[in-house]
């Protein structure tokens, strides 16, 4: 039986450590690891004793993004299973970021196009200074509308209009500088670090925090309405369709560059 593609377990204090475990892809997303994640928030939702969520990336990497061959795979199918797919990873960071608890991410190694959208959604990120981060999807014909809100409001529209538009790759000190990141450690310091800060959070009132986070959320892009998600998750199946994204995916699946680049 393969490993189940997100892990979680729930410790004494109320601590929820949930893991991306499809470390042979570097943690790239695929329905089974949105399904895994929507589940593990499922489950620890009905628990109240839950306090802090702790989000880590099994491996080397923290995430790597889509696996893009899944990617290429819903291309081929119908407009509804490509709506299905992109409404699956919309609701997967939505929920993340609408949680009644903190989350932490504790980031190593890459985290690339929808896992700068998952870091974005939570309310702490740590990150190793191995840490490498990029917003690509405009490298393979496609877009990130589905984590352009979270995005948004963790770097600024700013720096959103730079980096979702270059695709290009950025370290962990830069990650710091625009907003992603929290704080930079040593590699192995990343854990204890995590554990420094659910620590302090632990110390606060729980009701506290759920109410000042749904206040704050009140204000932010990621607190868009019914509306806005689906106009998001449309336009993200739609485009996953086009000549543009096949071109893009079989340039990475050929190892060759797309014929848009000089």
Known sequence: MAPAPV????DA???????????????AYNGELIQGLLSAMD????????????????GRHFQAGADLKWVNAVARASLA????????????????????????????????????????????VIAADNAIFSIAEVRWGLTA????PQLSDAISMRQLRRYALTGERFGAAE???????????PLDQLAAAGEEMVARLLENGPTAIAETKAWALQSAWGGFDAATMDALVESH??????????EGLASFAEKRAARWKP
Not at 21 to 27: A, D, L, S
Not at 175 to 185: D, F, S, W
Request: proline share 4%; aromatic share 0%.
């Open 43 to 58: 489950a620890l939702a009905s628990r109240p004793e839950l306090r802090v969520v702790l989000l880590k990336g099994s």
């Open 145 to 148: 509308a589905i984590i352009i």
């Open 13 to 27: 204090r109320g601590v929820a450590s949930v893991v991306l475990n499809r470390p042979e892809v570097g943690n």
């Open 237 to 246: 199946a739609a485009k996953r369709r086009t000549e543009e994204a096949a």
């Open 81 to 124: 299973d490509n709506v299905h797919a992109s409404r699956a990873t919309a609701e997967a960071v939505d929920r993340l970021n609408r949680l009644p608890v903190p989350t932490v991410a504790l980031v190593q190694g890459g985290c690339f196009g929808g896992g700068t959208g998952i870091v974005a959604a939570c309310d702490v």
């Open 7 to 10: 892990l979680h377990q729930l």
């Open 175 to 185: 990650a710091h500088r625009i907003g992603l990141v929290h704080q930079v450690v």
